[in-house]
Nanobody, 125 residues
Framework: QVQLVESGGGLVQAGGSLRLSCVAS????????MGWFRQAPGKEREFVAA????????YYAEPVKGRFTISRDNAKNTVYLQMSSLKFEDTAVYFC??????????????????WGQGTQVTVSS
C-alpha cells in the first residue's frame, strides 16, 4: 500500500509559478511510475505530466508543455511538478498518482493504482 501526500498548492497571479510536491510512503518508490493529473470544477480529471521510474522519460499534456516540469527524487520518495507561466485555465485540484507497474507511463488515469488527496491551485487573471 502506498500513501501519497501532495503539498504546494495555493493562489497565484497569472504568469506566476508554483511547485507542487508529492511524498510517497513505503520503501519501493522507485518501482512506481508517477504522474500528475488535475480536475477543474465540472470537468473530467485530466492528465498533466508523467515520469518514468528513474526520471529518464517524461511526458506532458499539450496545454502545459514548455511551462510545467515533472521530476522525482527517489531518495526522498518525492515527485515534483514545477509550474511556470501559470494561466487562469490551469486552475484546478492537482492530484499525484502512482502505478505499481513501473513500466507504465502514467498518462491514463485508469492506470493509476494510488491517488493523493489533491491540492488546490488557483490562478487569478
Amino acid at each position: 500500500q502506498v500513501q501519497l501526500v501532495e503539498s504546494g498548492g495555493g493562489l497565484v497571479q497569472a504568469g506566476g509559478s508554483l511547485r507542487l510536491s508529492c511524498v510517497a510512503s513505503g520503501r519501493t518508490f522507485s518501482n512506481y511510475g508517477m504522474g500528475w493529473f488535475r480536475q477543474a470544477p465540472g470537468k473530467e480529471r485530466e492528465f498533466v505530466a508523467a515520469i518514468s521510474r528513474y526520471g529518464s522519460t517524461t511526458y506532458y499534456a499539450e496545454p502545459v508543455k514548455g511551462r510545467f516540469t515533472i521530476s522525482r527524487d527517489n531518495a526522498k520518495n518525492t515527485v515534483y511538478l514545477q509550474m511556470s507561466s501559470l494561466k487562469f485555465e490551469d486552475t484546478a485540484v492537482y492530484f499525484c498518482a502512482a502505478s505499481r507497474d513501473g513500466s507504465v507511463y502514467l498518462r491514463n488515469k485508469n492506470d493509476a493504482d494510488y491517488w493523493g488527496q489533491g491540492t488546490q491551485v488557483t490562478v487569478s487573471s
